[in-house]
């Protein structure tokens, strides 16, 4: 069973940059594309950015261009999320989830998902 672990969130400051990490393990050929979401409270989890394991392709949510950056490192079996110029609004708790269909923004072709990691901006 694949399992993916969320870290990197913590308490930061409008400006600053995070980036959080999402270690996957277990993963087998089914296991196509890791994507970023993100819930803050009383909010429906957004997604936010998609990659594949094979080749460089990713797919950024629009209103996720420019400040997010997914990258990955297949050696290591992790994916990242780079956030830059962090706002208030980025309070959330970061999810990223495991995908058999392949980069997909929809999060009901996602099958498994990491515990999250909070990130909180102070303004």
């Known amino acids: 069973q694949v399992q993916l672990v969320e870290s990197g969130g913590g308490l930061v400051q409008t400006g600053d940059s995070l980036r959080v990490s999402c270690v996957v393990s277990g993963r087998t050929s089914r296991d196509n594309a890791v994507g970023w979401f993100r819930q803050a409270s009383g909010k429906d989890r957004e997604f936010i950015a998609a990659?594949?394991?094979?080749?460089?392709?990713?797919f950024y949510a629009d209103s996720m261009k420019g400040r997010f950056t997914i990258s990955k490192d297949n050696g290591k079996n992790t994916v990242y999320l780079q956030i830059d110029s962090l706002k208030p609004e980025d309070t959330a708790k970061y999810y990223c989830a495991s995908s058999h269909i392949g980069i997909t923004p929809y999060k009901y072709e996602y099958d498994s998902w990491g515990q999250g990691t909070q990130v909180t901006v102070s303004s």
């Open positions: 990659t594949g394991w094979i080749g460089d392709s990713t």
